[in-house]
């Protein structure tokens, strides 16, 4: 795993170097996503999943490359009639996610569609993510667990008017206890 992370880190930080004093603001978009984060595994088993919003910004290195920042937060309802191992456990406290972190984006070749464009992409992510569990009351507040975390995906974008584009995301946030799969509907802004 720390081999994949710094494989990335570089591959991002090298494209990044390479073009940073040939910045040009029609290569950013800014933009912002509604997300159904759905807790998949243990996390799965406990809490419910969670409308969200992602917000990012990202520039194009390439012609099929880009690079970006994003945040996103997520709050989860704990399951309200929990059992295991046929017991039943009552209510779950709540929990929340969020995140700030990079990712690089690899795009296809665009596709016409008359005078519109459509992007299909695939996107890899890493992040500190940030857990918090409201049902487990500490000495210093909820518990909060910190973690790196990896995101894969893909996504489609398509022209709406100039400068602005709709699409779908398919994201899967690995994080060691509390993994989620997240379809995204995305806006972005190119200026």
Request: avoid cysteine; aromatic fraction near 14%.
């Amino acid at each position: 795993m720390k081999n994949i992370i710094a494989a990335i880190a570089i591959v991002l930080g090298l494209g990044v170097t390479a073009n940073a004093a040939k910045f040009d603001i029609k290569n950013l978009e800014v933009g912002m996503s509604i997300v159904d984060s759905i807790p998949v595994g243990d996390a799965g088993d406990y809490y419910d999943s969670s409308l969200g919003l992602d917000i990012h910004a990202d520039y194009q290195l390439q012609e099929n490359l880009a690079v970006g920042i994003e945040t996103g937060f997520f709050s989860y309802s704990g399951s309200k009639d929990f059992v295991y191992g046929g017991v039943n456990y009552g209510s779950l406290g709540d929990a929340s996610m969020s995140y700030y972190g990079v990712y690089g984006k690899y795009m296809l070749k665009p596709m016409d569609f008359g005078s519109k464009k459509a992007n299909v992409y695939g996107i890899v992510g890493l992040a500190p993510y940030s857990v918090v569990d409201f049902s487990e009351s500490t000495a210093t507040g909820y518990g909060d667990i910190i973690k790196l975390g990896l995101s894969l995906g893909a996504g489609a974008s398509m022209e709406v008017m100039p400068q602005w584009n709709v699409g779908l995301q398919l994201r899967y946030h690995m994080v060691s206890d509390f993994s989620t799969f997240a379809p995204m509907l995305t806006v972005g802004y190119h200026f």
